[in-house]
């Protein structure tokens, strides 16, 4: 096949800047560009390497997961699943969950990408605001589905990677139907491909939908960021779960479309010296890492055998002392890259193309066009202004689900206004300096204040409920809540009730690491609680 790289050589930023175009077929479909066309060219060719929990290794080809694909396809369609229909993605790093989302984009419906350890009301939302009509997950989350499946009259088909039983199919058996003379539907660049929910701040959780050409918007970022990504012999992993839009975007699918293998395999929980050993025995060479992750394999010496050329990495700004510790402990660069669920990798610092500044967000990425701006437009040098990325661009979002008041503030007038506020320096460089919304940011993960704090009011006792972020070294912040108890409510084991609340109704990765019981909370005339007091206070 031609080489898809849209860089041919690294050059300086701003050449890569000037001379850089989109150039994005009206026509397309991410399925076949990360799996079709593949199949056809080389069938045999690596596209998965899943480390199996046994310790052995399962390997997929471009044509076993064309065919996976196909058949699961084909059944979903036998079922009533078309274009335009959401299928849910329940399922931990594992080829069936490729499997599902080009099996989707092949009907012309919509991947809803879940995480495993969301808890039942969780789910309920995503799963009922979306209206999905089919999900696959696996033994782990199956019984979670089956208890919510009378909420969602949708949900009408069920499949698990596990023992199928009635009305529950099993992924296998429809995996193996056959495809022959199966066509995928045609779809446009601009048609709806992937739908990732994004923490609410002021509401429930939106569901972020993205057009298939959001593939193409991800790619310039991700070859500098991967130091001339791909090469020869490229191996790719990221231990950032794939229902994430880093997990699923900065690197699985991207490594699908560029022919560079994969390797999939699920950490219950990130363990460094685990990690290492996997990049290592793999010959594992461009990864997507979180700062968290970083932060702990920092805490133990690298292996012999690493092969590793450059490392990625997003979600807070890293030190100075970590960026040189990449380079001396892993041989290697760690860039880093800036964006959200609405608009991601818009922003990149990445060694070689441009001077690093530490602690800098750093350049717009060729492609995109990012302004600092205020209620009167862009900001000068030094001043705090919002990060702005201008529409239309490939990789933003055609908008959010079902909710087009929230749409309308989001993008005004040409620019996408994604609440993070910063500078920019002489040289261009932009620097984070706040967020304006409620968000917390803890071990690479985005999260939300309002599903914990509704889960939390589920406790008889508890009469109020405020959550904020703390500031933390190792994770940024970590989620701290605030609760009011009812007149006479015992102290002695709520922390432990509150706590297992959430992770049951939630997710582990959003239980308050500190519960504070507080006599009131500060709020607003009109009763809004004034989360920044509490951040400022506690």
Request: hydrophobic share 45%; charged share 20%.
């Amino acid at each position: 096949m031609a080489d898809r790289r849209l860089f041919q050589q690294i050059a300086d930023w701003d050449s890569l800047r000037a001379g850089f175009g989109w150039s994005i077929p009206r026509r397309m479909n991410i399925a076949h560009l990360c799996c079709d066309s593949w199949a056809m060219a080389d069938p045999d060719k690596v596209a998965v390497i899943h480390l199996q929990g046994d310790g052995t290794r399962d390997v997929w080809s471009y044509g076993r997961l064309k065919a996976a694909s196909d058949g699961l396809a084909v059944a979903l369609a036998a079922r009533g699943v078309g274009r335009g229909d959401r299928v849910a993605v329940l399922l931990p790093q594992h080829p069936a969950a490729l499997v599902t989302h080009l099996a989707a984009m092949k009907l012309g419906a919509i991947g809803l990408p879940l995480f495993t350890l969301f808890g039942e009301d969780a789910l309920r939302y995503r799963l009922g605001d979306a209206g999905a009509c089919a999900i696959v997950t696996d033994g782990a989350t199956l019984d979670r589905v089956m208890a919510l499946e009378p909420d969602l009259p949708r949900l009408r088909v069920i499949v698990s990677t596990g023992p199928a039983r009635a009305p529950v199919l099993g992924f296998d058996d429809l995996a193996a139907t056959p495809g022959s003379g199966f066509r995928p539907v045609e779809t446009e660049a601009e048609d709806p491909a992937v739908m990732i929910y994004t923490s609410g701040t002021t509401g429930d959780p939106k569901g972020v939908l993205h057009a298939h050409r959001f593939l193409y918007g991800h790619l310039s970022c991700l070859e500098l960021a991967y130091g001339g990504f791909p090469q020869a012999g490229d191996v790719g992993w990221t231990p950032a779960d794939w229902a994430w839009i880093g997990g699923l975007m900065d690197m699985a699918l991207p490594c699908l479309f560029y022919g560079v293998p994969l390797v999939a395999h699920r950490f219950a929980k990130f363990d460094p010296e685990a990690g290492y050993e996997l990049m290592r025995r793999e010959r594992v060479s461009a990864a997507f890492i979180p700062p968290t992750a970083l932060r702990l394999m920092r805490q133990v010496a690298p292996p012999e055998g690493l092969r590793l050329r450059a490392v990625g990495s997003g979600g807070e700004a890293l030190g100075a002392d970590l960026l040189d510790w990449g380079q001396a402990r892993l041989g290697c660069p760690i860039n880093e890259f800036y964006g959200q669920t609405e608009a991601n990798l818009v922003l990149a610092a990445c060694t070689g193309p441009m001077p690093r500044r530490p602690g800098a967000m750093g350049l717009p990425v060729p492609g995109h066009d990012v302004s600092l701006r205020d209620a009167t437009g862009e900001v000068g040098t030094g001043a705090v202004g919002e990060v702005c990325v201008r529409a239309p661009d490939p990789v933003m979002m055609l908008r959010y689900w079902n909710k087009p008041e929230a749409t309308a503030k989001k993008i005004v007038d040409g620019w996408l206004y994604t609440g993070d506020l910063a500078t920019r320096d002489a040289s261009g460089q932009i620097t984070f300096h706040a967020r304006d919304d409620d968000v917390i940011t803890s071990a690479g993960y985005r999260i939300g204040p309002v599903e914990i704090e509704q889960a939390l009011a589920r406790h008889p006792d508890v009469v109020m409920a405020a959550v904020v972020g703390e500031p933390d070294p190792l994770r940024t912040e970590i989620v701290v809540a605030h609760v009011v108890l009812r007149d006479g409510a015992e102290w002695s084991g709520m922390e432990a009730a509150l706590k297992e609340i959430v992770r049951s109704r939630v997710s582990a990765h959003c239980v308050p690491r500190k519960i504070i019981r507080a006599d009131s909370l500060p709020m607003t005339a009109t009763g809004k609680i004034l989360r920044r007091a509490l951040r400022r206070g506690g």
